[in-house]
């Protein structure tokens, strides 16, 4: 084996049994700055190990319908930011904040959910409760 | 969750209130009505911890359990409780105990043999980021096999000990595996391609024996060799040879390392990994499985979309 590719099997060997900083997979696919999307029309809710998603449709400014799916985190992860299995049923409208997948297509990994009401729910990856709970903590 | 235990067994049972923990001795017909009033606080107060724990519980969580584990869980709160636990009883870690996503880091993986590194170029994680192209089996929901069973997805873990055997039972993919402690030997060459060798298994052939009071010691032969030691793909054969040592520090902690040895691929015995169990008050953990049609759902709605070249 080249050193070179040792090393890099080793650093994976590494990462891979150290417990702290854990991913399946990486974020790499997705944009770093998130975008806000208003309006979806949610259609599925998977609330499932390891990554929960949410498809939902959204019609964008010319008129067209966008088929969105966004992953979160897995039940237990999200659990503790007060996700349940029924938090997100087809029909619901919801604003969808996502780091949208680099390569343009209509996936992301989810920042949050707005409900019309202005209730929030947040990824588990997601630190914006931190800074809101700082903060006033409106809307929560 | 109503918790209803017939034997006249003194039982202690902690909950993590949001203002100080509190212990309950219980007997009999006593023991239904208040555990089941404790698993509902002590459920309510995770589900209700919204504010990310204190840097100060994260360093108490550091400092009981190696690593802090992932804030908000489970795990984590239980690393950062302050109280003195009871005494590590004789001869027992039996119950259900919390764990990390992953292991500690025991040694580093040493030198490869030959045939090790032959091994490791046909079978090995191909770093692939996006679910979609990575080959880790895990993702169609193969199994986890052992031992990565014992250093990845340790959220759960339970153990029960039988007169003539102990199994232990990991949340994740509801594994289950027998130790044997009758004094039976291992088998020999489980695996190979010896004639009458058993064959390999995914969780392999375990025997077990106590060290000491507190100290139970796992040996573990036969496994498959199409498993990965650990997310990174590390190879093995089926001579491997894996010790697990379970140590019961206090009632509340056990400790667990998983040291291989498998002079066909690696040039000596290693440490591959350690974890810091905790009690779980109530006893009763999650059901996480990998479950194939929404491992190929989120395949093809999320990961496919995402990875695309375009």
Known sequence: ???????????????????TAFAHHGNVAYQDKPIDLKAGTVTKFIWTNP???????????????????????????LSPRGWTKNSVKPGDMINVTVFQARNGNTVGRLAKIVFPDGKMLHDSQDRDTQAAGAGAGAGQ | MLVCLAAPLRFTVRFRAAFAPQEFHMRNRLLCVVTGLIAVLAFSTMASAQAPPSKEAMATAKEHCGQPGQPGTQYQVLCSDTKTPGPAPKHDISGSWSGPIG????????????????????????????????????????????????VFELRGLSIGQMPN????????????????????????N???????????????????HWDGDTTFVVDTVGTDDTTWLDNGGHPHSSDLHVTERYERVDHDTLKVSVTVEDPKVYA????????????????????QLCIPSESQAYTDAIARPAGEKK
């Open chain 2, 268 to 287: 000596k015995p290693f440490l591959l990994g350690t974890t810091v169990y905790k009690w779980i008050p109530e006893q009763e953990f999650e059901e």
């Open chain 2, 165 to 188: 055997r102990v199994l232990i039972l990991s949340q994740y993919e509801r594994i289950w595996r027998e130790v044997w402690t009758d004094g039976r030997a291992l088998p020999k």
């Open chain 1, 1 to 19: 084996m080249r050193p070179k590719l040792a090393l890099a099997f080793l650093l994976v060997g590494i990462l891979a049994v150290c417990g």
């Open chain 2, 190 to 208: 489980a695996g190979s391609d010896a004639p009458g060798a058993p064959d390999p298994r995914y969780y392999g052939y375990s025997a077990g």
């Open chain 1, 51 to 77: 990554h929960s998603f949410i498809m939902f449709d959204i019609t964008n400014d010319k008129g067209e319908v966008e088929h969105w799916a966004v992953e979160a985190g897995s039940p237990s992860a």
């Open chain 2, 103 to 150: 292991a500690m880091r025991g040694d580093p993986f040493p030198p490869m043999t030959d045939m090790g590194k032959k091994m490791a170029s046909v079978n090995h994680a191909n770093g692939a980021v996006n679910v979609a192209d990575s080959n880790d089996p895990l993702n169609h929901c193969d199994p986890l096999g052992f031992p990565r069973s014992a």
